[in-house]
Nanobody, 120 residues
């Protein structure tokens, strides 16, 4: 019953910004750690941003200082504000739980993702 729907991707020039949004059903984002993941062509899916139940955030070094993850519990959404985008940020972006000790392969349900393409 868990359903995750990502939106907000698009084509932007290097240095530009995008705001991604994820809405869930069958899961309450407010009581679980959530994350944004991305998968670039030929690469493994990776966690780029995490927000815990207490709203403590963590970021991959590659995006730290440029991306901001946030929640809106009333809407059951988690957003990713992406600034100063680089071509290497090009990937399909997904949201999902981000539980400590659970590898990415442990999450069996994923949304369709949203494509982010950054041109140089």
């Amino acid at each position: 019953q868990v359903q995750l729907v990502e939106s907000g991707g698009g084509l932007v020039q290097a240095g530009g910004s995008l705001r991604l949004s994820c809405v869930g059903s069958g899961i309450s984002f407010s009581i679980t750690a959530m994350g944004w993941y991305r998968q670039a062509p030929g690469k493994q899916r990776e966690l780029v941003a995490r927000i815990g139940v207490g709203n403590i955030t963590n970021y991959a070094d590659s995006v730290k200082g440029r991306f901001t993850i946030s929640r809106d519990n009333a809407k059951n959404t988690v957003d990713l504000q992406m600034n100063s985008l680089r071509p290497e940020d090009t990937a399909v972006y997904y949201c999902n739980q981000a539980l400590t000790g659970v590898p990415i392969r442990g999450y069996r349900t994923w949304g369709q993702g949203t494509q982010v393409t950054v041109s140089s």
